[in-house]
């Protein structure tokens, strides 16, 4: 079993729907990180949070500490938010991954 | 200017053969890595070097070698080459924040290595 756990492995939606993506992670962490990664291969880093909610844009991230569970929300979904989408969690100098979420956004 | 740089972008190589991927940031962070994504797209770290010195070693072949000749700069070198090894390489950089974690971490664009 993964250190770190992700929900859903792949989703698609229609433009403009509200997206959920969510991280369980069972090891102690310093922060917790969501990352971007586009068909082309690199890697974005969104948000870095250790409490609490942080948002972006149409994005929001919000980490349960006590529970070890973040959330991704996208809201008002658009065809370039379809990539990967990576949570990962900082431990001991050393960032260890969720198996990712392909979300896939249809016009 | 590109944050952290990787070259080169796509390596198809011989098995057997002796290979380096050379990484660098301009970013002053002290920390440095490289992480391996697999064909299932699965990202696991190998090394990580703060201020030149070696951090972490995740049981990785020994013909995988770093070398950080300066804090800004991390390669990768890796010898005999197997099919195995044919997967995309990262470097990344952060800041060095102690109790609390690191900082942000920013990524290369990755390097594809391809064994033949």
């Known amino acids: 079993k993964n250190e770190v756990e992700q929900s859903p492995q792949n989703l698609t939606a229609q433009e403009g729907e509200f997206i959920t993506i969510n991280c369980s992670y069972s090891v102690g962490i310093s922060a917790l990180h969501w990352l971007q990664q586009h068909p082309g291969g690199g890697i974005v880093s969104l948000f870095m949070l250790s409490s609490g909610k942080k948002k972006h844009g149409r994005l929001i991230a919000t980490i349960n500490i006590q529970e070890k569970h973040s959330s991704l929300h996208i809201t008002a979904s658009h065809p370039r938010d379809s990539a990967v989408y990576i949570c990962a969690v900082g431990n001991t100098d050393k960032l260890i991954f969720g198996t990712g979420t392909r979300l896939q956004v249809f016009p | 200017d590109t944050a952290v740089s990787q070259t080169p972008k796509y390596l198809v190589t011989q098995m057997g053969n002796d290979k380096s991927i050379k990484c660098e940031q301009n970013l002053g962070h002290d920390t440095m890595y490289w992480y391996k994504q697999d064909s299932k797209k699965f990202l696991k770290i190998m090394f990580s070097?703060?201020?030149?010195?070696?951090?972490i070693n995740e049981t990785v072949p020994n013909r995988f070698s770093p070398k950080s000749p300066d804090k800004a700069h991390l390669n990768l070198h890796i010898n005999s080459l197997e099919l195995g090894d044919s997967a995309v390489y990262f470097c990344?950089?952060?800041?060095?924040?102690?109790?609390?974690?690191?900082?942000?971490?920013?990524f290369g664009s990755g390097t594809r290595l391809t064994v033949v």
């Open positions: 070097y703060n201020n030149k010195e070696l951090i």
């Open positions: 990344a950089s952060s800041q060095r924040g102690g109790a609390s974690g690191n900082y942000g971490y920013t």
